[in-house]
């Protein structure tokens, strides 16, 4: 178990991903072949807006990979923004801002017009699906011709039940078995969030704001593609899969 207190930022966002890699043992997969289609697609100094970007695990490893590119941060949960302000407090390619992604104004409120590409992961599942494609249509209208969007989120077949449950069930089952051995979970990294001295009063906001968990839907991968061509992209497909979840993404 990890645990951080005060302003150690760095441990802070370690112990985020390592919370998140409880429910997602192969988050690190999923972010490789996003950079690698970014890569393919758009370069290696790319101008990128990290949607919902958390404690800006994704905007990291992009510069980590590609010591050119420039970031945008996009979030309102005040608590993960702090941590990811403190991260990159002194690195000038990144820029954070606080906005609510179902206010149709958010846009207005990013450094650039266009973007060569547009991330996200884990995050649009807290959306419903109506309020979903409305924002991606106003992603459509932020990546510049020949720019790229991805979605890596729960992607859930409804019309395999049986596999959903049996999959689900032994998931779930190795996450008992990992908490048991001490790996720290969701709630107990937002409990230990809400004790630090520095954190406490943005954790409070953050759960006045979003409550304890997404009411979202978790749509098909062909449902996200299909609405983001709808929604202004050229081509829209699924570019790595697990058994639950995707790496949807859509060129412009």
Sequence with gaps: MTTVTGADWRGWQESWDRQQEWYLPDREERFRIMLDMVEALVGPAPRVLDLACGTGSITARLFERFPEAVSTGVDLDPALLAIAEGTFADDDRVTFVTADLKDPDWPAKLPYDSYDAVLTATALHWLHSEPLAVL?????????????????????????????AAERAQRHERM?????????????????????????????????????????????????????????????????????????????
């Excluded at 991606?136 to 959903?164: K, S, W």
């Design 136 to 164: 991606y249509g106003q992603i459509a209208e932020l990546v510049r011709d020949g720019g790229v969007f991805m979605n890596a989120d729960h992607m859930i077949d409804e019309f395999t039940p049986q596999i959903n």
């Design 176 to 252: 008992n078995r990992d908490k048991a051995a001490g790996v720290l979970g969701w709630t107990e990294w937002w409990q230990l969030a809400a004790q630090d001295p520095v954190l406490a009063e943005p954790t409070a906001r953050r759960f006045e704001i979003y409550g304890e968990h997404a009411d979202g839907d978790t749509p098909s991968v062909e449902w996200h593609a299909r609405v983001l061509r709808e929604k202004g992209f050229a081509e829209a497909r699924a570019v790595w899969r697990s058994p639950s979840d995707a790496v949807v993404l859509a060129l412009k």
